[in-house]
Structure formats: C-alpha cells, structure tokens
C-alpha cells in the first residue's frame, strides 16, 4: 500500500494543549495492541496502523500530542511518520 498522500488535516481544530497518552490510550482504538504495528519498518506497511486510527475517537488527541511534542517515530494520529513531516513543513 502506498502511503503517499497527505490526508486533509485542518490543524486548527486540534487541541491546543493536549493531554499525554496515559491520560486517553485506555479510549482509544490501539488500545491493547501490539505497539510494533505502529512503527512499521516502511511507509507502505503503516496500512494496518493507519486503519486502526481511522476507527479512534481520539484521534485529534494523538495527532497534537504528537506534533508539539515532536514525535518522530511511528504512526501517530492517523498521519505517518513522513507525513507528519510533511503537514509540520506545511504549516510552518
Ligand atoms: S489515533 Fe491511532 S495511534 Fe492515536 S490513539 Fe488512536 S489508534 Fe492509537
């Protein structure tokens, strides 16, 4: 699967201050799943992590935590590794 699209995120909806995961990963959709399939070795095998958010109500949550805290690594929020790095590059 190819995941080279940056998918429409309107970052002034986010939450501005964010609470950490300890706070809401009880709620959410990854919750109890093996953390190894949200850091996929490549871009093209984060399908099976990027469907689990697309199904997480906290997704909004995740996504800024995962921006002002500079997450590198892994899917966060619905967005890949890259392409968080492409939206920070975008709204910067
Ligand atoms: S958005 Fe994705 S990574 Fe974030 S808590 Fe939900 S399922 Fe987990």
Same mark, same amino acid.
């Given at each position: 699967?190819?995941? *080279?699209?940056?998918?429409? $995120?309107? $970052?002034? #909806? @986010?939450?501005? *201050?964010?609470?950490?995961? *300890? #706070?809401?990963?009880?709620?959410? /959709? !990854? =919750? %109890?799943?093996?953390? *190894? #399939? =949200? =850091?996929?070795?490549?871009?093209?095998?984060? %399908?099976?992590?990027?469907?689990?958010?697309? /199904? !997480?109500?906290?997704?909004?949550?995740?996504?800024?935590?995962? @921006?002002?805290?500079?997450?590198?690594? %892994? $899917?966060?929020? %619905?967005?890949?590794?890259?392409?968080?790095?492409?939206?920070?590059?975008? $709204? /910067?």
């Amino acid at each position: 699967m190819r995941i *080279d699209r940056l998918p429409t $995120v309107d $970052v002034d #909806v @986010l939450p501005d *201050d964010p609470s950490p995961p *300890d #706070v809401w990963q009880e709620r959410s /959709a !990854c =919750f %109890g799943i093996d953390p *190894d #399939v =949200f =850091f996929p070795i490549s871009e093209e095998e984060a %399908g099976p992590a990027l469907a689990f958010c697309s /199904a !997480c109500t906290i997704r909004s949550e995740c996504l800024s935590w995962a @921006l002002k805290n500079g997450e590198r690594y %892994g $899917v966060w929020g %619905g967005l890949t590794e890259q392409q968080r790095r492409r939206l920070t590059r975008q $709204v /910067a």
